[in-house]
T-cell receptor, first 113, second 112 residues
Framework: AQSVTQPDIHITVSEGASLELRCNYS??????LFWYVQSPGQGLQLLLKYFSGDTLVQGIKGFEAEFKRSQSSFNLRKPSVHWSDAAEYFC???????????WGAGTKLIIKP | DAGITQSPRYKITETGRQVTLMCHQT?????MFWYRQDLGHGLRLIYY???????DKGEVPDGYVVSRSKTENFPLTLESATRSQTSVYFC???????????FGPGTRLTVT
């Protein structure tokens, strides 16, 4: 069965430091992959998506993610985090049989001043 | 462009009462979804709809009813609320042929 794993429940990073959030998926075919961000008390906002082509995709707010087929991973990165990046981040994969999203459990990002 | 609106944003109700959560999109996206978000469970799909008058169950449909008489509206009804339905509810929509979903701001429901 398809699944998405975000191994880190919480990550704490100092402001200005680099960030990498991990996402691994289990899916037989080429996946369609997404990262969403949820700020406290808000809905989910699409950060970036990967469907095909260049394996390094750029998103909003200075985020990027790299698809690595050999590792079944789609890790989210940012070179320098800001306090406003404190939020929960969700990775998701689409099931192409009915286009429904399978969600990871989320990673909460905490920014140290 | 408002996108997706949800109402109410906060609701407190008592066990056994019926409550309806509203979802409205200003687009005309074919697909609409209802999720609940709980600590330790992430996002779970309750129901979805592929078009007006077409709905289908998701992962956790028990205790919920949906309808979709108009493309832009997708209300979610809890027929007899239980404490286990205390959660944050999100509505989402996506276009036909596209994969990404767009979310509303959520409704925080507390059942006492």
């Amino acid at each position: 069965a398809q699944s998405v794993t975000q191994p880190d429940i919480h990550i704490t990073v100092s402001e200005g430091a680099s960030l990498e959030l991990r996402c691994n998926y289990s899916y037989g075919a080429t996946p369609y992959l997404f990262w969403y961000v949820q700020s406290p008390g808000q809905g989910l906002q699409l950060l970036l998506k990967y469907f095909s082509g260049d394996t390094l995709v750029q998103g909003i707010k200075g985020f990027e993610a790299e698809f690595k087929r050999s590792q079944s991973s789609f890790n989210l990165r940012k070179p320098s985090v800001h306090w406003s990046d404190a939020a929960e981040y969700f990775c998701a994969v689409v099931m192409d049989s009915n286009y429904q999203l399978i969600w990871g459990a989320g990673t909460k990002l905490i920014i140290k001043p | 462009d408002a996108g997706i609106t949800q109402s109410p944003r906060y609701k407190i109700t008592e066990t056994g009462r019926q409550v309806t959560l509203m979802c409205h999109q200003t687009w005309s996206h074919s697909y609409m979804f209802w999720y609940r978000q709980d600590l330790g469970h992430g996002l779970r799909l309750i129901y979805y709809s592929a078009a007006a008058d077409i709905t289908d169950k998701g992962e956790v449909p028990d205790g919920y009813v949906v309808s979709r008489s108009k493309t832009e509206n997708f209300p979610l009804t809890l027929e007899s609320a239980t404490r286990s339905q205390t959660s944050v509810y999100f509505c989402a929509a996506r276009r036909e042929g596209k994969y990404e979903q767009y979310f509303g701001p959520g409704t925080r429901l507390t059942v006492t």
